[in-house]
């Protein structure tokens, strides 16, 4: 009876262990497997600069819905209107704060926020910066890790005196850059 009991413990005792190996081994090959489904920061930039080509280089209106002092403006259904200065607007989406900036003495082809970002781009927290052109406009997008807030950037994207600007993660860069893009190609002046 003894031995019985013994038997019993040490088959118990095994499936206990095998079972925890077995839940080790899937866990692993699951940790595997979503890091090799995540997608590198080159990756999600290169995908947010595909999108914000594409986006700029449409010959597509981007349908104003939004009514400013000076302006219409289109404005993400999530985003809210929080404040309208001289030459300031800033709307947030939940607690992150986007803020557009409109120098009205740029044209849409002026390369001088660029410029300021251009000599700028030595600092070791630079992360990114692209230009694209058509006939009439130049679009710069600028990404810049956060020294104060880890795994954030500060995006800036513009088209010649129209720029927005926001801090963000890699996760959320790419959905934030299409709205931004969006936000800039619409402004319209009254």
């Not at 003894?2 to 262990?17: A, S, T, Y």
Request: charged residues 30%; contains cysteine; glycine residues 4%.
């Amino acid at each position: 009876m003894k031995v019985l009991v013994c038997q019993i413990i040490n088959i118990g005792e095994r499936e206990v262990i095998n079972k925890k190996l077995a839940l080790s081994v899937v866990g692993l090959v699951l940790i595997a497997f979503l890091a090799g489904c995540s997608k590198s920061e080159s990756e999600i930039l290169d995908e947010a600069d595909r999108q914000l080509k594409e986006i700029f280089l449409s010959s597509e209106t981007i349908e104003t819905n939004f009514e400013l002092t000076n302006m219409h403006i289109y404005k993400p259904d999530s985003f809210e209107f929080s404040e309208e200065r001289d030459n300031n607007i800033i709307f947030y989406e939940d607690e992150q704060p986007f803020l557009l900036f409109i120098n009205e003495f740029e044209e849409p082809n002026s390369k001088w926020y660029y410029n300021e970002l251009e000599s700028a781009q030595n600092e070791d927290n630079h992360v990114h910066l692209k230009t694209f052109e058509s006939e009439e406009e130049f679009a710069y997008f600028n990404v810049v890790e956060r020294e104060d807030e880890e795994d954030h950037y500060e995006v800036q994207l513009g088209i010649g005196g129209i720029k927005i600007a926001t801090i963000t993660t890699l996760d959320q860069l790419q959905h934030d850059v299409e709205e931004m893009i969006k936000i800039v190609k619409s402004v319209e002046e009254k």
